[in-house]
T-cell receptor, first 114, second 115 residues
Framework: AQSVTQLGSHVSVSEGALVLLRCNYS??????LFWYVQYPNQGLQLLLKYTTGATLVKGINGFEAEFKKSETSFHLTKPSAHMSDAAEYFC????????????FGGGTRVLVKP | EAQVTQNPRYLITVTGKKLTVTCSQN?????MSWYRQDPGLGLRQIYYSMNVEVTDKGDVPEGYKVSRKEKRNFPLILESPSPNQTSLYFC??????????????FGNGTRLTVT
C-alpha cells in the first residue's frame, strides 16, 4: 500500500518569501511522485513529477522538488512567492512502472500575503 | 483544445434519485479515473478504467458504478445517492497506464449535493 502525508493543511507566506511545502510518502516499490496545483473552481494541474533519474525536478511557474529516498520525502519549493501562487497543492504517489493508481495527500492551501 | 469535460458542474439532488455525471476526453487516452475530493482528505479514487470495457475499483467504490463502452467516455453513476456522497467529483484521464508517460489531465469538477 502507498500513502502520502502533507504537513500543514494551510501555509501562509509573504510575497517574495520562500515557499516550502512538505510531503512524505510510503511505498513498497520505487515510486513515481507528483505535485499538482488546484486553483479555485478548477481541476488539478500538474506542477512537476519525478519518475527516474535526476532527483531534483523542476516544474512550471518556478517550482521545484527534490526526491530524497532516505527521507521518503518530496518537498516542493519556490524561492520567491507570487500572489498568483495562492492555491491548493497536492502531493501524490504511484507505484512506479507497476502503478496505475495515484494516491493523493490531503492538500496544503497556500495563502500569499502582500 | 485537449480537455476533459465533465457535466454538470453543479448538481443538487435528493436521496435515492439516480443520477449520472458524464465525462468525456478528446485526447484518445487509454486511462480514465474518477476521484472525489473532500476537505482534509485530498482526492480519493472511486473507479478507474485501463481501456474500453476494463474497469476496476479504487479506494472508495461503494455506492458508485461506472462504464467504459467507448474510449472517450467514462460516466459515473449513483444509483441511489445518499448525503454522504455530497462531494466534489473529478474525472481524469492519462495517456500512459503507468502515469509516467503522461500525467493525469483533470476535468473542472462536479459539485454534488445530496439532500
Amino acid at each position: 500500500a502507498q500513502s502520502v502525508t502533507q504537513l500543514g493543511s494551510h501555509v501562509s507566506v509573504s510575497e517574495g518569501a520562500l515557499v516550502l511545502l512538505r510531503c512524505n510518502y510510503s511505498s513498497s516499490v520505487p515510486p513515481y511522485l507528483f505535485w499538482y496545483v488546484q486553483y479555485p473552481n478548477q481541476g488539478l494541474q500538474l506542477l512537476l513529477k519525478y519518475t527516474t533519474g535526476a532527483t531534483l525536478v523542476k516544474g512550471i511557474n518556478g517550482f521545484e522538488a527534490e526526491f530524497k529516498k532516505s527521507e521518503t520525502s518530496f518537498h516542493l519549493t519556490k524561492p520567491s512567492a507570487h500572489m498568483s501562487d495562492a492555491a491548493e497543492y497536492f502531493c501524490a504517489v504511484s507505484r512506479g512502472a507497476a502503478g496505475n493508481k495515484l494516491t493523493f495527500g490531503g492538500g496544503t492551501r497556500v495563502l500569499v500575503k502582500p | 483544445e485537449a480537455q476533459v469535460t465533465q457535466n454538470p458542474r453543479y448538481l443538487i439532488t435528493v436521496t435515492g434519485k439516480k443520477l449520472t455525471v458524464t465525462c468525456s476526453q478528446n485526447m484518445n487516452h487509454e486511462y480514465m479515473s474518477w476521484y472525489r475530493q473532500d476537505p482534509g482528505l485530498g482526492l480519493r479514487q472511486i473507479y478507474y478504467s485501463m481501456n474500453v470495457e476494463v474497469t476496476d475499483k479504487g479506494d472508495v467504490p461503494e455506492g458508485y458504478k461506472v462504464s467504459r463502452k467507448e474510449k472517450r467516455n467514462f460516466p459515473l453513476i449513483l444509483e441511489s445517492p445518499s448525503p454522504n456522497q455530497t462531494s466534489l467529483y473529478f474525472c481524469a484521464s492519462s495517456l500512459g497506464l503507468d502515469l509516467a508517460g503522461g500525467a493525469l489531465h483533470f476535468g473542472n469538477g462536479t459539485r454534488l449535493t445530496v439532500t
